[in-house]
């Protein structure tokens, strides 16, 4: 007999920050699935390209990379030659700022929309003081994370690891370069998993029991959250740690002082 899932209804969206290969992407669409809640993954550069003007291809070119379409086409431009001359439909990509500004509209406009499980693009930082949001890292070790990308996605060991160093270190930069933050900070998140842990149905099941617990909370003002509420006072203050150098000459110590002087009699 399965339990029900808790009442989460309270919350507005989980955010899904992965290493890549450790199976973030495959924790948030099952857990979409799960609660019936709207994935938003790669649709958010479709919308993005369609507000902005853009080709698809180049808002691509642009998601999660830290270099943006201008300094992309300054280096074609100086490929090319500096005679290139445009033509007259050329439509000059928009600079990273504008860039920002649409992903924000777009993640704060399916946040508001309700229920909704974001894959990466910053969102744990465009989100970051919503009480009604739950934010998420997924990370695996790199051995393990090389065997997932290597059978996913036909690669061999070598290309998986090429792969996947290339792909964290590309989100490193875009959220630095974006949101002045890296994406290991664990003060960014409200749950850490470790997929070479725990599998990826199990780390669903906590995300769904994280929900329900802030869902519980979130009405509640801020002062009555963390570590001091419910709190219960020490009867007594606690002992101090006696330091290891310490502890351990003291049995020494304690040898000398209690053993009989050695006998002097001739």
Known sequence: MTTPDPDVSAMRAVTISREYGSGGGEIA?????????????????????????????????????????????????????????????????????SYTRALRDIVLGATQAGHSVIIGRGSQMILRDRLDTLHVRIFAPLAQRIAYVAQRESLTPEAAQRRIQQKDLDRRRYLAATFHHTPDEATLYDLVLNTGAIDLDGCVDLIIRALANRANRVHEPVTALGPLAPMTRYSEPPADFQRADAAASAPAAETQATEPPPDSTP
């Open 29 to 97: 669409a099952r857990l979409a699935k799960r609660l019936g809640w709207r994935l938003v993954d790669h649709e958010v550069v479709t919308q993005i390209a369609q507000q902005l003007g853009v080709e698809e291809q180049d808002a691509e070119a642009h998601d999660e990379h830290a270099e943006g379409w201008v300094m992309q086409f300054f280096t074609t431009m100086q490929t090319v030659g500096p005679m290139v001359a445009l033509p007259s439909n050329y439509k000059f990509p928009p600079n990273d700022a």
